[in-house]
């Protein structure tokens, strides 16, 4: 990763990667450094007990969220990055592979201090599921070239991309506490 500052110009933060990157730590952290608020997409997408809502409910919530003028918002939603990337100041791409976010999420659903997380609706506890792990033992063949490819068309848009915990940690210690 290039160094890079975030500075209090930018406003608006995207964090996107495979499930188990760190995209929920990481904004956390972020949040807590540059005071921006901060949105769980999986806390707004899911009601209680993983409860599915209406796409267009779903649209509206995100299209409330990213016309305020500051925020921080982590995670995918592929069908809705195009929405968020119209207005985004700054995305990071956690580019991990695939076997250390397997090994997240593995963690996350198998250790009890996991098993209910701030940034999941009330009730959403981790599982085990053998499609989500497929998911992201797949997601750098599947996903990744098409996330990729919806980045291109953002050109103006400021993209780091973050392969490993080094790169986390360069990038909290160059943001201006603002």
Same mark, same amino acid.
């Given at each position: ?24 730590? /990481? ?10 608020? /901060?949105?769980?997409? =999986? ?10 809502? =209406? ?13 305020? @003028? ?15 990337? +119209?207005? !985004? @100041?700054? #995305?990071?791409? /956690?580019? #991990? ?17 996991? +098993?209910?997380?701030? =940034? ?13 792990? %497929?998911?992201?033992?797949?997601? @750098?063949?599947?996903? +990744?070239?098409? !996330?990729?490819? !919806? /980045?291109?068309?953002?050109? &103006? #848009? ?6 490993? @915990? %080094? ?5 909290? &210690? &160059?943001?201006? &506490? !603002?």
């Amino acid at each position: 990763m290039t160094q890079f500052t975030i500075t209090s110009k930018i406003k608006k933060i995207t964090i996107i990667g495979c499930a188990g990157a760190g995209k929920s730590t /990481l904004a956390t952290k972020l949040s807590l450094i540059t005071k921006l608020p /901060l949105f769980h997409l =999986d806390k707004e997408y899911f009601g209680k007990n993983w409860q599915k809502p =209406d796409k267009e409910a779903f649209k509206s919530r995100l299209d409330e969220i990213i016309n305020k @003028d500051e925020w921080i918002i982590d995670g995918n939603y592929y069908s809705y990055l195009d929405q968020r990337l +119209k207005l !985004v @100041d700054l #995305v990071i791409f /956690l580019n #991990v592979p695939s076997y250390i976010c397997f090994f997240r999420a593995l963690k996350r659903m198998i250790l009890p201090k996991y +098993k209910s997380r701030k =940034d999941m609706a009330e009730g959403c506890f981790e599982r085990f599921d053998l499609n989500f792990l %497929k998911y992201i033992l797949t997601y @750098d063949k599947k996903m +990744k070239p098409k !996330v990729l490819e !919806v /980045l291109k068309k953002h050109e &103006n #848009v400021k993209i780091i991309s973050i392969k490993n @915990d %080094k790169d986390i940690e360069s990038l909290l &210690n &160059n943001c201006e &506490n !603002v």
